[in-house]
């Protein structure tokens, strides 16, 4: 399994970098890093964006949902009403999870091409590209690709803090007010819901600020990068469903 995906998913993305630094940034591994993480990303927006999508339509259904399980105590309606619903919305509680599973092998590759350190590996390069013999890997003129940056794992934490406050935004007073009762208790559904949102707001950061900053400055600077383009692109997607133009 390993072996199948090494030559599918990491070597095709390992050699891509390869050729970034051989053609396109002139030696510099910091650049490469940005431009292959950019490549990869564009690749994969297709599929991103189906999820994102369909993350924020399923926060707009939230509730609708509770209001049909208050309307409809059987359950064979509930299903009804929710299937009916989602149908209004164009969407299904699985097709956002299905989107995330499928990008997952490449996300991984792309990020243990920059774990497994800076060094050249010859077996790994496809016979029709060059080994790169000239490898410029201090980034800027300030920050060493190859070794640890808190300056970089700092800015890792806060882009996926920002990432993760835009998929979970925080609901205001108001909102809450209008669509349950404050006097009903959350279910344990919904209070596993809140937790998580919290997790992935505050917990994941701090998480990978740590181990950015325990890797190296190639890894932290693949999740700047990461993250901004994942940023930029809930951003967009966000303003064009507010005008219902997707």
Same mark, same amino acid.
């Given at each position: 399994?390993?072996?199948?995906?090494?030559?599918?998913?990491?070597?095709?993305?390992?050699?891509?970098?390869?050729?970034?630094?051989?053609?396109?940034?002139?030696?510099?591994?910091?650049?490469?890093?940005?431009?292959?993480?950019?490549?990869?990303?564009?690749?994969?927006?297709?599929?991103? #964006?189906?999820?994102?999508?369909?993350?924020?339509?399923?926060? #707009?259904?939230?509730?609708?949902?509770?209001?049909?399980?208050?309307?409809?105590?059987?359950?064979?309606?509930?299903?009804?009403?929710?299937?009916?619903?989602?149908?209004?919305?164009?969407?299904?509680?699985?097709?956002?999870?299905?989107?995330?599973?499928?990008?997952?092998?490449?996300?991984?590759?792309?990020?243990?091409?920059?774990? #497994?350190?800076?060094?050249?590996?010859?077996?790994?390069?496809?016979?029709?590209?060059?080994?790169?013999?000239?490898?410029?890997?201090?980034?800027?003129?300030?920050?060493?690709?190859?070794?640890?940056?808190?300056?970089?794992?700092?800015?890792?934490?806060?882009?996926?803090?920002?990432?993760?406050?835009?998929?979970?935004?925080?609901?205001?007073?108001?909102?809450?007010?209008?669509?349950?009762?404050?006097?009903?208790?959350?279910?344990?559904?919904?209070?596993?819901?809140?937790?998580?949102?919290?997790?992935?707001?505050?917990?994941?950061?701090?998480?990978?600020?740590?181990?950015?900053?325990?890797?190296?400055?190639?890894?932290?600077?693949?999740?700047?990068?990461?993250?901004?383009?994942?940023?930029?692109?809930?951003?967009?997607? #966000?303003?064009?469903?507010?005008?219902?133009?997707?």
């Amino acid at each position: 399994m390993s072996g199948l995906w090494n030559t599918i998913f990491y070597q095709p993305i390992y050699n891509i970098l390869i050729l970034a630094i051989n053609n396109l940034t002139f030696g510099d591994v910091g650049f490469a890093i940005i431009l292959v993480t950019i490549i990869v990303k564009l690749a994969l927006s297709p599929l991103t #964006r189906k999820s994102i999508k369909s993350q924020i339509l399923m926060k #707009r259904m939230e509730p609708e949902i509770k209001q049909i399980k208050k309307d409809f105590p059987n359950k064979e309606e509930q299903a009804k009403k929710t299937f009916e619903l989602y149908k209004k919305y164009g969407t299904n509680p699985f097709s956002g999870c299905l989107v995330v599973l499928l990008q997952l092998p490449v996300i991984f590759a792309l990020y243990f091409v920059f774990y #497994r350190g800076l060094a050249i590996d010859p077996s790994k390069i496809y016979s029709f590209i060059s080994t790169p013999t000239n490898l410029h890997t201090n980034f800027l003129g300030l920050i060493e690709m190859g070794q640890r940056s808190m300056i970089l794992a700092f800015f890792a934490g806060l882009t996926q803090f920002i990432q993760g406050y835009l998929a979970t935004p925080i609901k205001s007073k108001l909102e809450i007010v209008g669509q349950v009762d404050l006097n009903t208790p959350k279910t344990f559904q919904e209070q596993l819901s809140d937790s998580m949102q919290m997790n992935v707001r505050y917990i994941l950061p701090i998480f990978i600020t740590f181990i950015a900053w325990q890797i190296s400055a190639a890894v932290a600077l693949y999740w700047i990068t990461s993250n901004t383009f994942t940023i930029v692109q809930e951003w967009y997607i #966000r303003k064009q469903l507010a005008k219902n133009a997707i």
